[in-house]
């Protein structure tokens, strides 16, 4: 199946400092999706980002799909932007349509 | 606010028990999942159902019992589990059961003693 590698795994910055979290798979995804993992367990969806180049406030995502990566930036991090990152693909030869293979995540630790 | 219920956020449990975790999704969705999420292992689907029927049973042991009466709510029963079950179970939707934005619960974290 699908291979999901992301890093780093982990990540500390001070608040106001920018990251970028980077995923890498293996073969073609129909599907990709970023998720944030609060302290709390909940996953909240972030980006559904097949490919391109998607913006949300100090969040933005690109896919390059060919070259079979995609990155997160995070700027002027917060507190608030601590916990698990996610990237999720979909696709691949042999795999299920509806099957998300999940990374392990970054755990990004932001301190004030 | 996800669009995403889950209940009960917490559960504890003996090995003889029998519960039941429930999601209910207000999204207008067609599939719903769950996912078990152990410490230090990528998240696991364990199973899919789309308009009500299972496509997907990811090689769950038969003590996890899905159940799905409409596309609005789906139920995991529990029976019989082991300490090594103790996980966060996620619930998650999506439009359709093929690729699509996933929209997970906030979790319901089970110990089983």
């Known amino acids: 199946g699908i291979q999901v590698e992301q890093s780093p795994p982990d990540l500390i910055l001070q608040e106001g400092a920018n990251s970028t979290l980077r995923c890498n798979f293996s073969?073609?995804?129909?599907?990709l999706q970023w998720f944030h993992q609060n302290p709390w367990g909940q996953l909240i969806n972030l980006f559904y980002?097949?490919?391109g180049t998607k913006q949300n406030g100090r969040l933005s995502a690109t896919t390059v799909a060919t070259e079979r990566y995609s990155l997160l930036y995070i700027s002027s991090s917060q507190t608030t932007d601590s916990g698990v990152y996610f990237c999720a693909v979909e696709g691949g030869s042999g795999g299920s349509n509806y099957k998300l293979t999940f990374g392990k995540g970054t755990l990004l630790t932001v301190n004030p | 606010e996800t669009g995403v219920t889950q209940t009960p956020r917490h559960l504890v449990m003996g090995m003889t028990n029998k519960k039941s975790l429930k999601c209910e999704q207000h999204l207008g969705h067609n599939a719903m999942y769950w996912y078990k999420q152990s410490a230090k292992k990528p998240l696991e689907l364990m199973f899919v159902?789309?308009?009500?029927?299972?496509?997907e049973n990811n090689s769950v042991p038969s003590r996890f019992s899905p159940e799905c009466p409409n596309s609005s709510h789906l139920f995991l029963h529990l029976h019989t589990l082991q300490p090594e079950d103790s996980a966060l179970y996620l619930c998650?939707?999506?439009?359709?059961?093929?690729?699509?934005?996933?929209?997970f619960g906030e979790g319901s974290r089970l110990t089983v003693l």
């Open positions: 980002i097949p490919s």
């Open positions: 998650a939707s999506s439009q359709n059961s093929g690729a699509g934005e996933l929209f």
């Open positions: 073969d073609s995804v129909n599907n």
């Open positions: 159902y789309s308009l009500e029927e299972r496509v």
